[in-house]
Nanobody
């Protein structure tokens, strides 16, 4: 599966962005049953899973983004979204999507991320 994230950019603190991530594999059944997540990797830090959505559309979030970020998915488009509101400088990172395992680790190879930069 090839993953391609888009929608990042430079935004001022308090602003919003909507990220999209498309899975290119043509087999619909590969995407639909998977739990999907958005990860981010700030400069000089480890990649972390910040938002999750199950195959049943149950969403959970890390405390750092709870109440500000919303994850959603469209199985027919093999796409997962991340609406990010009230952005903070500490949200600056490269954002990636992937399917996640029970331990939170990625299932597929990493695809292209999208850079989000929040200025103060």
């Amino acid at each position: 599966v090839q993953l391609q994230a888009s929608g990042g950019g430079l935004v001022q603190a308090g602003g919003s962005l909507r990220l999209s991530c498309h899975a290119s594999r043509s087999i619909f059944s590969v995407f639909r049953p998977r739990n999907m997540g958005w990860y981010r990797q700030p400069p000089g830090k480890e990649r972390e899973l910040v938002a999750r959505i199950t195959s049943d559309n149950e969403a959970t979030y890390e405390d750092s983004v709870k109440g500000r970020f919303t994850i959603s998915r469209d199985n027919s488009r093999k796409t997962v979204y991340l609406q990010m509101n009230t952005l903070k400088p500490e949200d600056t990172a490269v954002y990636y999507c992937n399917a996640y395992s029970a331990s939170g680790t990625n299932v597929w190879n990493w695809g292209r991320g999208t850079q989000v930069t929040v200025s103060s």
